[in-house]
């Protein structure tokens, strides 16, 4: 273990000691991580906020676990609630995220492109709801395979904080 010293908002906070995995250790275990289910962890948690906001996956510096949440538009954590978090993937909630739910998406390009501009309903009901909820989950997938860690930011993340 290390210790860091994370200073608070303000002189009057002072800093406090924390203990930190050792930076070995922490790369470590991030390249031992998958980026797809990293993303897609992350892609759920953002698709289930209408707010908007950031979804974000991270691990924990202290302990090596891997956390995904969320934190609305404009909110910050305090320093001491969120030094030991190295962010590995971060998505858009909100009015803001990526809409995989579109016809591009979701549909073969030609002749089912052509069949769904003639129709008068949803995809799902064009495509009936076990269809679509496939070919949904393939177009996250699609998503996730391209992800990859940005390992400028990690090691960036990883420099604050030693």
């Not at 990526?98 to 030609?110: C, H, Q, S, V």
């Amino acid at each position: 273990m290390t210790i860091v010293k994370i200073a608070g908002y303000s002189s009057n906070e002072g800093t406090r000691e924390f203990e930190i995995l050792e930076r070995e250790k922490l790369e470590e275990l991030i390249n031992n991580l998958s980026p797809f289910e990293i993303y897609k962890d992350t892609f759920q948690k953002a698709d289930n906020y209408m707010h908007s906001g950031i979804a974000y996956t991270y691990i924990d510096a202290r302990t090596g676990e891997i956390n995904t949440c969320w934190l609305q538009s404009n909110n910050f954590n305090h320093p001491w609630d969120s030094f030991y978090e190295i962010w590995l993937c971060d998505l858009k909630s909100g009015d803001q995220k990526i809409d995989l739910n579109t016809p591009d998406n979701i549909l073969a390009i030609g002749e089912e492109f052509e069949k769904w501009r003639e129709f008068n309903g949803t995809l799902e009901e064009m495509l009936g709801e076990e269809e679509y909820q496939e070919r949904y989950e393939n177009a996250i997938d699609g998503e996730a395979i391209e992800f990859s860690f940005d390992w400028e930011n990690i090691t960036e993340q990883l420099n604050e904080l030693y």
